[in-house]
């Protein structure tokens, strides 16, 4: 929803939106809007973001975790106050998905600037490194990297014959080094919401109090290949029609879940059949789950719901399937309250209407939460749409969340 910004906002809607649209302009030409972590395109985004770093007065540099980290000096020794997002994006992802969090926290740092404020703190600006899922198959690479929470054995994960070792040295980082950082006072992170709740509620903030747990549960169905036109269909194992029962098996349980008092959802978003020829018999699926809870026990309900129904499925279709093998399992993150409270103390002196919401999608902001109290604003994007070309943001809901930002790092300094 556009709308008339207060005339006394401290942040700037013009400088945002030249930022929007600077990496929007930065995409793979043929699938607006790329720019996968790790590609010579990010690498674009990234200069382009280093220099308008520089141009805010920040000093820059890629730390070991292969983040981009602009520092704005504060009084010494008085540790520092982060702000950030990511500027990678999913395929045919959003122009707003983590570039805005990187485009709003630039415009905080190029505001203090303007208002001749010097923080007790340091201010650091950051793009982490490869938040969403890359070509690795695993996400938030850049912020665990940056606490030292990136699992070792990920470093010689090699994809099209380059490590993801190799992957954060060409982007100027160094894996050998473990990351840690004691010196954060708290971490802001700005986001769209990536669902409908704030449009529809006609609300300007989400204050985030809980990130969302992600597993990613994969399994293997195995048949057998056989002649389509030939072999009897009762003497078939046919993976894929298995797998569809299981398919839809995971839908009817997430569905089930998604109505209890916490956030659930789960999605089969990686699936591949083969030998996908027409006149054979499907001999073996894999299928990756994506599920997401807030509440620890229901991913467990569902965990042993899906392992339930692939016995049902072996006894019903007679192919073996591997017992299901969670790939990776993060745990949902509690925000912390002082941060929303001034969040919301915030928002509120902006006049602005906010509600406090859990998030489905992950972000960096789930392991800057181990080091240092953190919270995130949500602002609302057009249908709840993300990760998508349709995503949308208005630059005028960007700018209110900017501004909320702003005045969280006045509060959070003065503590
Ligand atoms: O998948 C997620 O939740 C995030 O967008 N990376
Ligand atoms: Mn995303
Ligand atoms: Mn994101």
Not at 23 to 33: I, S, Y
Not at 179 to 186: F, L, M, T, V
């Amino acid at each position: 929803m556009t709308r008339n910004l207060p005339g006394n906002l401290q942040v700037r809607a013009d400088r945002i939106a030249d930022d929007i649209d600077g990496l929007a302009g930065l995409t793979e030409p043929d699938k607006p809007w790329t720019r996968r972590a790790f590609t010579p395109m990010f690498l674009k985004g990234r200069h382009y973001l280093n220099r308008r770093f520089k141009e805010a007065g920040l000093e820059t540099r890629i730390d070991a975790a292969g983040n981009l980290v602009g520092l704005r000096k504060g009084k010494a020794g008085n540790g520092t106050i982060m702000l950030g997002s990511h500027s990678d994006t999913v395929p045919n992802g959003g122009r707003f998905d983590g570039i805005a969090g990187v485009a709003a926290a630039l415009e905080v740092a190029r505001s203090l600037n303007d208002a001749g404020v010097q923080l007790e703190h340091d201010l650091e600006i950051v793009d982490f490194l490869a938040e969403e899922v890359s070509i690795f198959g695993v996400s938030c690479i850049g912020s665990r990297g940056m606490l030292g929470l990136r699992p070792s054995e990920w470093l010689e994960r090699q994809v099209e014959g380059v490590t993801l070792a190799e992957g954060i040295r060409s982007v100027g980082g160094n894996p050998a080094l473990i990351g840690s950082r004691d010196d954060i006072k708290a971490f802001l992170e700005l986001h769209i919401e990536q669902g409908p709740v704030l449009e529809n509620e006609r609300i300007d903030i989400g204050v985030v109090t809980a990130i969302s747990g992600i597993a990613r549960i994969e399994i293997l169905v195995e048949g057998r290949a056989d002649h389509a036109g030939t072999t009897p269909m009762g003497l078939r194992l046919d993976a894929l029609s298995a797998a569809s029962h299981i398919v839809l098996g995971i839908e009817r349980t997430a569905t089930d879940l998604s109505r209890g008092p916490s956030h659930f959802a789960a999605t089969v978003g990686e699936f591949v059949m083969e030998p996908n020829a027409a006149n054979v018999v499907p001999s073996r699926v894999r299928m990756l789950i994506d599920a997401r809870a807030i509440d620890r026990a229901v991913m467990e309900a569902f965990s042993d719901a899906v392992a339930t129904l692939c016995v049902e499925v072996v006894s019903k279709c007679g192919v073996s399937i591997t017992a299901p093998r969670r790939i990776s399992d993060n745990p949902p993150s509690l925000m912390s309250e002082k941060v929303v409270a001034l969040l919301e103390e915030s928002t509120a002196g902006l006049s602005l209407s906010s509600r406090r919401m859990v998030s489905g999608a992950g972000h960096d902001a789930a392991y800057l939460n181990s080091a240092a109290p953190t919270a995130m604003v949500f602002i609302p994007c057009r249908e709840g749409r993300s990760h998508t070309a349709e995503e949308w943001a208005e630059n005028d809901d960007i700018t209110l969340g900017a501004a909320v930002l702003y005045e969280t790092v006045l509060k959070l300094d003065k503590e």
